[in-house]
T-cell receptor
Framework: AQSVAQPEDQVNVAEGNPLTVKCTYS??????LFWYVQYPNRGLQFLLK??????LVKGSYGFEAEFNKSQTSFHLKKPSALVSDSALYFCAVRDGSSNTGKLIFGQGTTLQVKP | EAQVTQNPRYLITVTGKKLTVTCSQN?????MSWYRQDPGLGLRQIYYSMNVEVTDKGDVPEGYKVSRKEKRNFPLILESPSPNQTSLYFC????????????FGPGTRLTVL
């Protein structure tokens, strides 16, 4: 069965410190992986994606993620957190062998960056 | 501005009163989809559409209907809403169903009393 796990409900970091939001996935075909961010009372904003190629993907607002096929992980990272990064983050996967377009989402991780 | 729009943004209704949530995109995308977001569950797909007149069920289609008569519009219909359909609903679109990024609307918060 296809699934995405975000093992931490909440991640707390101090401003200026590096942050990591974890994501692991399970699909039967090639994974297409995405990170989205949701600010309060807003829709989901696309951050970055991995389809193929370089395992390190760079996205919006200084975020990056590393695709690790052997560990089936796609952790989101940022070298220096900002208070404005505080939001709800979703990891999502699409099975590359499927043409339904369905995104499977993790349950979300709340990132809290403290001054 | 390229965007996905949804209306209404907030809706409070009563059990059994039919309602429609509209979704429109101005990017000429072929693929559109509806998701619902519930705490601790992330987003789950309700219905999707590969193109005009082509729709199919997602993971949680019970109690919902959709139609795709025009490329830009993909309304979500609740014929007889029930309290368990209280949720935050998102419409999304992408050029195709394969590798493309899906872009989401601002969401519709529905409360069914």
């Amino acid at each position: 069965a296809q699934s995405v796990a975000q093992p931490e409900d909440q991640v707390n970091v101090a401003e200026g410190n590096p942050l990591t939001v974890k994501c692991t996935y399970s699909v039967s075909g090639n994974p297409y992986l995405f990170w989205y961010v949701q600010y309060p009372n807003r829709g989901l904003q696309f951050l970055l994606k991995y389809i193929t190629g370089d395992n390190l993907v760079k996205g919006s607002y200084g975020f990056e993620a590393e695709f690790n096929k052997s560990q089936t992980s796609f952790h989101l990272k940022k070298p220096s957190a900002l208070v404005s990064d505080s939001a709800l983050y979703f990891c999502a996967v699409r099975d590359g062998s499927s043409n339904t377009g369905k995104l499977i989402f993790g349950q979300g991780t709340t990132l809290q960056v403290k001054p | 501005e390229a965007q996905v729009t949804q209306n209404p943004r907030y809706l409070i209704t009563v059990t059994g009163k039919k309602l429609t949530v509209t979704c429109s995109q101005n990017m000429n995308h072929e693929y559109m989809s509806w998701y619902r977001q519930d705490p601790g569950l992330g987003l789950r797909q309700i219905y999707y559409s590969m193109n005009v007149e082509v729709t199919d069920k997602g993971d949680v289609p019970e109690g919902y209907k959709v139609s795709r008569k025009e490329k830009r519009n993909f309304p979500l219909i609740l014929e007889s809403p029930s309290p368990n359909q209280t949720s935050l609903y998102f419409c999304a679109s992408s050029p195709t169903s394969r590798r493309d990024t899906q872009y989401f609307g601002p969401g519709t918060r529905l409360t069914v009393l």
